[in-house]
């Protein structure tokens, strides 16, 4: 369903149950099938199954792209860039279930709504990969305050440490998350971060960082980027309320992009714990920071607007719904495997877009055929698939 970009659950009884569909689905799945289940009973089995059961699947998956050393290529400094963020996942005028968040003003619900924080493993060339999810959600009934994305964020890092223990992971953030116990937990889990800054995130340390600015002239130093002018200024071992144990480091980018901008000049800020040089400054700008929005523009983007209608309720009930937007980032990441592989790269010109490939697939699969014969002749021959970084 996903996968075919369907965008409904009922799509499921009007493209699945024709007599060539269901041949092909029982040869590719090897199961002895007469018909296929139809969208009440999918809701039926997601509602009742522990949506945990996709973290392990998940985790395969990642770890079988990293040991392979398909995305080896794609790291900073040997970390593998893993942004978080949240986003709206569904919006009701009515209470939907115990667990909705409530938007209030003046005392009165405008409406309920449930959220997500995800964590996605990101390249420069264009991937978004699921990794971790955390439902942001009001886990007892009559709390007196709502869960909220931050307080979902340390839970997701907690069970990101326990499923990858030995990934070295780079965190890309915005500036919700530039405080103290975040800062920590990278530290103590050892890994790198490169968190959006600005001024009333740590006010102390922004104003550290403006004035030793005014005063340090070393460490400054223009780049140009694909012909886009640009002017940096760091500053390292800054310390902010950790008694000397952490520092942290402070990375200015200020560019001037006439084709969207104008001849306004825009400013970029982060804070690292990567120490910053003339060696690498453009780099954990250009290649990491702003690799942030990646996760917004190639993740949530496309799955609002690329035809997996992410916003789109695909069951009621609160148990299977989690699993449906599970399920939607297991499809999602197939996807980018497939549309980036080098197998697609002569049916991609043919076709034009993404969409139209998942239309002919659909065709293929309720049309055409596939026999055992051909379904060997093809597991049997051994090729390879590269990515396209072009």
């Known amino acids: 369903m996903f996968i075919l970009k369907l965008g409904a659950r009922r799509q499921i009884n009007f493209n699945f149950q024709t007599p060539t569909f269901i041949k092909n689905l029982a040869l590719f799945s090897k199961q002895n099938l ?59 005028k009515r209470r939907h279930c115990p667990y909705c968040l409530t938007k209030k003003k003046r005392g009165k619900v405008l409406y309920y709504y449930h959220q997500v924080v995800e964590a996605k493993l990101v390249t420069a060339h264009g991937f978004a990969l699921s990794m971790a999810t955390e439902f942001v959600e009001n886990r007892k009934s009559g709390q007196k305050k709502q869960d909220c994305e931050l307080k979902a964020f340390y839970r997701l890092v907690a069970r990101l440490k326990h499923l990858y223990p ?29 968190i959006t800054f600005k001024q009333g ?5 922004y104003a550290e960082y403006e004035a030793l600015k005014k005063i ?17 200024y760091w500053m390292n071992d800054l310390n902010y309320k950790f008694k000397d144990q952490y ?19 825009t ?26 929005w990646k996760e917004e523009n190639e993740g949530f983007n496309s799955q ?6 992410l916003e789109h309720t695909y069951c009621y ?49 309720r049309c055409f055929i596939f026999t055992p014969e051909e379904a060997t002749q093809a597991i049997a021959k051994r090729f390879q698939i590269r990515f396209d970084t072009s």
Not at 201 to 205: D, F, G, N, V, W
Not at 340 to 352: H, Q, Y
């Open 34 to 92: 007469r018909r296929v289940p139809d969208d009440d009973t999918l809701a039926y089995y997601y509602s009742r199954l522990n949506p945990s059961e996709f973290d392990d699947l998940r985790r395969l998956m990642i770890n079988e792209l990293v040991r392979k050393k398909c995305l080896v290529k794609e790291r900073l400094f040997g970390y593998y860039l893993v942004a978080i963020d949240g986003t709206g996942h569904l919006v009701y």
């Open 166 to 194: 030995q990934l070295s992971i780079c965190l890309l953030l915005d500036a919700l998350y530039a405080n103290e116990q975040v800062i920590k937990i990278c530290e103590n889990n050892h890994w790198h971060y490169l």
């Open 201 to 205: 995130s740590l006010p102390e340390t």
């Open 216 to 232: 340090s002239k070393g460490n400054a130093a223009p780049y140009c980027y694909h012909e886009v002018p640009q002017f940096y």
């Open 247 to 265: 520092r942290v480091n402070v990375l200015e980018c200020r560019e001037r992009n006439e084709k969207k901008q104008g001849k306004r000049w």
């Open 267 to 292: 400013r970029y800020l982060w804070l690292t714990n990567y120490r910053i040089g003339y060696e690498n400054f453009h780099y954990l700008a250009n290649q990491g920071g702003r690799l942030r």
């Open 304 to 309: 609002k607007n690329g035809g997996y209608n």
């Open 317 to 365: 009930d609160s148990v299977a719904m989690k699993n449906f937007y599970l399920l939607l980032q297991l499809a999602h990441f197939i996807s980018q495997l497939m549309e980036k592989g080098s197998l697609l790269r002569a049916i991609k010109k043919s076709l034009g877009s993404i969409r139209n490939i998942a239309r002919r697939l659909l065709e293929e699969l």
